[in-house]
């Protein structure tokens, strides 16, 4: 086993590397651009949010729990449209220092976590390709999943779920690559 305090320089770098790669993914990479579409009213769609409420995540038609067999509730679902709407802070957007701080925290606690399964499993000294699997592994299941639920349950498109797998596959191999290159010995 391992002492996880041996590992401080692969969960650190990694992390940084996987926040600066994920930067790079959504700001130059192009397979992301069509991920968002413009309404056709969009004036119109911005001045109902504005009147509705402010920050928060929106689900329409919406009924309590108490009104969900209801069959005025079931008429409008049917009706449609259904959807979920996410409203943020316009703060948020225009400053994203917090949202940056709030990733590399993310990606912190994902290295941490697989540092503790590779320390876990692996001995000091572990060849390079053994340390790869185990942490890519671990990696991949923190980033290449975060998408697929969202579109099961919340409305992701499929596609962008897919492309999500694909970066985090990328932010695997990083992470796999880091661990097994600082792997104590």
């Known amino acids: ?8 320089l692969p969960i650190l770098l990694s ?31 911005m001045d109902a949010v504005r009147r509705s409420g402010g920050p928060g995540m929106y689900m329409f038609p919406w009924a309590p729990d108490s009104d969900q067999n209801s069959e ?3 008429e409008r679902l049917l009706e449609g449209p259904v959807g979920i709407l996410r409203v943020r802070d316009p ?11 709030k ?3 993310l990606h912190l606690v ?9 320390a876990s499993t692996l001995e000091v000294g572990a060849s390079y390709l053994s340390v790869f699997k185990v942490t890519g592994v671990a990696a991949f299941l923190a980033y290449g999943f975060i998408g697929f639920q969202e579109s099961i349950w ?15 596959l990328v932010y695997a191999l990083l ?3 880091i661990f097994g290159w600082l792997w104590p010995m």
């Open 1 to 8: 086993m391992v002492p996880l305090t041996a590992l401080w």
């Open 15 to 45: 992390a940084i590397v996987v926040f600066a790669v994920s930067a790079m993914v959504w700001m130059v990479m192009p397979h992301h651009k069509n991920d968002f579409a413009r309404s056709d009213d969009e004036d119109a769609l």
């Open 72 to 74: 005025g509730y079931r």
């Open 91 to 101: 703060q948020s957007v225009v400053d994203m220092k917090p949202a940056m701080a």
């Open 103 to 105: 990733s590399v925290l």
């Open 110 to 118: 994902v290295a941490l976590f697989v540092a503790y399964l590779a």
């Open 154 to 168: 919340f409305g992701l498109p499929g596609k962008v779920a897919f492309k999500h797998a694909l970066d985090g």
């Open 175 to 177: 992470t796999g690559g």
